[in-house]
């Protein structure tokens, strides 16, 4: 648990999930990609998160792709899993997770048009105790079911971390100090957003970027740990690009910017799936290979 509680205030890599050209899901694709993130230092891995189109996945392909990528990390870091949609979906996602070997699960909060922040934190339960015994992760997108019931959440035994993913540093301090003081507070907008989540007294981010560049996310993650904001925001400066390019067509590019990215470096991992914009326009494309030859990462050639 120590150790659990440890990488969360480092960097969650959220993986993509790879199709072939037939949609049909292609784990092996991952494998340069995971041994790059950890060659590179990402504290802890995430399978079924929003980088990995987990609302675009089956129940059935979650449950294999938790397997596929346990079986790649092979336990050199912590493997976090994401489980959520359907309260019987999730039940069923967090057993094969934990049959999977994965170290804890992520929850997703529910998109559910009619959210009782009471109805949240049976859902959560549920998952618990599904999950009989592996740590829990809150993945909040929206703090509008209150501070009240944040703390709540945090109150659920077996919960330790949770992930911030609304923009809103000061709701995050004030349930940061509403909560349960061991609880590990990560911000959950990636590197863009974790400097005022630190100012504030969260540790460590989430990102996407590690797919294809996690050596930047880690110098990131290490400017901020020693208190020099400055040299992150000129890091976080160098990627602006690209997170710009994610952010497009109301973020529907987000999952399809990395996954075009990691093509061009040879390492297709096949189409967004709708609703994500797929492929990228010719001139996001032009962008994007642009901004890879700067980095130094394809031929200028190429781009």
């Known amino acids: 648990m120590t150790d659990l509680r440890a990488a969360l205030t480092g960097i969650s890599g959220i993986l993509v999930t790879p199709f072939d050209a037939e949609d049909r899901l292609a784990p092996s694709r991952l494998r340069p990609i995971v041994d790059r993130a950890i060659g590179a230092g990402v504290h802890i891995l995430v399978a079924n998160g929003n980088t990995g189109e987990f609302y675009g996945l089956t129940t059935a392909e979650a449950e294999r792709m938790v397997a596929e990528a346990a079986a790649l990390v092979a336990g050199r870091v912590p493997l976090l899993a994401g489980v959520g949609r359907a309260a019987g979906d999730a039940v069923a996602l967090a057993r094969a997770s934990r049959a999977a070997g994965a ?7 529910p998109p559910d048009p009619f959210v009782a922040p009471r109805g949240v934190v049976s859902y959560v339960e549920r998952i618990a105790e599904a999950g009989q015994g592996l740590p829990i992760v809150l993945y909040l997108r929206n703090d509008g079911i209150g501070i009240e019931a944040i703390a709540r959440l945090c109150a659920i035994p077996g ?9 809103t540093p000061l709701r995050l301090a004030q349930a940061m100090r509403a909560a349960d003081p061991a609880i590990v507070w990560v911000g959950g907008l990636a590197e863009p957003w974790a400097p005022p989540f630190y100012a504030v007294g969260a540790r460590g981010f989430t990102s996407g970027l590690i797919n294809v560049r996690p050596a930047h996310s880690v110098a990131i993650h290490a400017a901020l740990e020693r208190g020099d904001y ?23 590019t987000n999952v399809s910017v990395v996954k075009a990215a990691l093509a061009l470096m040879g390492e297709g991992c096949g189409a967004a ?6 492929p990228l326009t010719p001139a996001q494309d032009a962008r994007l290979g642009a901004l890879l030859a700067g980095w130094g990462m394809i031929p200028a050639a190429a781009a």
């Not at 919960?159 to 923009?167: F, H, S, T």
């Not at 799936?273 to 797929?278: E, F, L, S």
């Open 159 to 167: 919960v330790v971390g949770v992930k911030w993913a609304a923009p």
């Open 273 to 278: 799936r709708p609703p994500g914009a797929w």
């Open 230 to 252: 400055a040299a992150a925001n000129r890091l976080i400066a160098a990627m602006e690009g690209f997170e710009a390019l994610r952010a497009e067509e109301g973020n529907g």
């Open 103 to 109: 170290a804890a699960l992520m929850v997703h909060q």
